[in-house]
């Protein structure tokens, strides 16, 4: 398999169950028609990645995503020599296949990724728009349809975790939060299969657990994982205990913090005591 059979792997198929929620389209259609890389900046579970997806079919471009990791190395972005049948070959990284045959090179969470590999986009992110591969001694010239995107939490933004000034303004960046209810409970819906007014049920009660951010949780509850509980409805779990298992067990360890979010949930789906007394007799004797 070349390499222009390996970029055509990475187009999305089918369009992405995505809901938009303001003028984010827009303004990544408008900043890869100007040739501006992007960074997304929004809590887990947010929609970002499910963002890119969407507009990497709508633009009709391949999407090379690449997690990154504090063990990421400039060689795993750009490429390496490998031997094959006998003889060295050089074999493009992922990065350097979106540019040479143009697609989005969407870098996840890229401030886990080591500050000296980051540096290696520099070039790519400004008017030169190059690539230099030092192991081979080629300067790749980004294709027209190169996009680089970048993301990350700023959640999780620290004095050893965060990127350069260098990087960030070389980048526009567009800023995702939790959606509104009204979204939020299209977004479940669409995902899971609920009905609509369980849907918006979940949203609100998603929206009423993210006020315990700072209170005994470090992150607020992601739609992600208010879809898991729609889907664990819609398999015949109970809420309480789809709840239970897709949000508060994730969440966190602490007893209290655990027992506060499962009370917020029986606010929403049922009774206390109707439902104290139904979860003990599931309990298994």
Known sequence: MNAKQT????????LPNYVVQDDEDVVFRVAFE?????????????????????MAHRLGLPLVTVSCHEDLTA????????????????????????????????LD???EARKDTTVIIHSLTDDRRILFIDKTGEV??????????LSYN????????????????????????????DIEAKIIQTESGLGQDDSRTLAEMGSKIRQLKGFGLDEGVSSRLLVYV?????????????TRHA????????AEVLDSIQNIARLYFGDLMDDASGEAEAKPS
Request: charged share 25%.
């Open 7 to 14: 970029i055509e792997q990475f187009r999305i198929k089918r």
């Open 34 to 54: 100007s040739k501006i890389p992007l960074i997304l900046k929004g809590p887990t579970g947010c929609g970002k990645t499910r963002f890119v997806e969407f």
């Open 75 to 106: 060689a795993d972005l750009v490429g390496r020599f490998l031997f094959k049948e006998d003889e060295t070959v050089w074999q493009d990284g992922p990065l350097t296949l979106a540019v040479r045959h143009g697609g989005i090179c969407y």
């Open 109 to 111: 969470e890229i401030v």
């Open 140 to 149: 790749v010239r980004a294709h027209r349809n190169f996009m680089m995107v």
């Open 154 to 181: 700023p959640g999780y933004q620290s004095i050893v975790k965060d990127l350069k000034q260098s990087t960030k303004q070389r980048f526009a960046s567009i800023n995702f939060t939790h959606p509104p209810v």
């Open 230 to 242: 729609g889907r664990l409805v819609k398999g015949g779990l109970s809420p309480m205990q789809a």
């Open 247 to 254: 949000i508060s067990q994730t969440l966190t360890d602490e």
